[in-house]
């Protein structure tokens, strides 16, 4: 079965500062990998996905991630961060088959404060 | 196209009552999953399906809880006879087709607050 950790549960930044993300996965097959964006009492709204092709993802309010298969891991980079992204952020992997769900990490809490 | 509506947002329950949630999919979904958020313990899976069928059932406690998605109407999150432990958000999810089968992404309702008393 798969797994997902993200290595800090929080992390506090200083707007306009870089930021990256920790996450690295365990899987016995191929996998596909998702972050997920949650702001306060909402839904969890998606912000990129790696399913095959350049190992660099593109996503939206300009982040992006590296898939590196050989490291299992899947990070998520912001060049310069906004007080609007302090929100908690969740790394999910599903594997490469039919009748699997997607599995998430226990999130990082990111703080940007002024 | 309406989002996944789950409903209600805010639920409380006495213990030993029965909890009942629901979740709409998005138009042209026929797969349903739904997760429970506990603070600093992120998303647990509890349960896939698709129309009428269980795919996976695995994060579901043993007792108590059960989930159906009937050929009509909204995906339900059944448990019974609460326990204070059952407080949480709950999340439904759903998609076109499976995220393992094409990797396509689930999409989050905005959960229901179970509060048990």
């Known amino acids: 079965a798969q797994s997902v950790t993200q290595l800090d549960s929080q992390v506090p930044v200083f707007e306009e500062a870089p930021v990256e993300l920790r996450c690295n996965y365990s899987s016995s097959v191929s996998v596909y990998l998702f972050w997920y964006v949650q702001y306060p009492n909402q839904g969890l709204q998606l912000l990129l996905k790696y399913l095959s092709g350049s190992t660099l993802v593109k996503g939206i309010n300009g982040f992006e991630a590296e898939f590196n298969k050989s490291q299992t891991s899947f990070h998520l980079r912001k060049p310069s961060v906004h007080i609007s992204d302090t929100a908690e952020y969740f790394c999910a992997v599903s594997e490469r088959q039919a009748g699997t769900a997607l599995i998430f990490g226990k999130g990082t809490t990111l703080s940007v404060s002024s | 196209n309406a989002g996944v509506m789950q409903n209600p947002r805010h639920l409380v329950r006495r213990r030993g009552q029965e909890a009942r949630l629901r979740c709409s999919p998005m138009k042209g979904h026929s797969h349903v999953y739904w997760y429970r958020q506990l603070p600093e313990e992120g998303l647990k899976f509890m349960v896939y399906l698709q129309k009428e069928n269980i795919i996976d059932e695995s994060g579901m406690p043993k007792e108590r809880f059960s989930a159906e ?19 949480a958000a709950y999340f439904c999810a759903s998609s076109p087709s499976g995220t393992g089968s094409s990797g396509t992404e689930a999409f989050f309702g905005q959960g229901t607050r179970l509060t048990v008393v």
């Open chain 2, 69 to 87: 998605f009937p050929k009509e109407g909204p995906s339900i999150l059944r448990i019974q006879q609460v326990v204070r432990g059952d407080s």
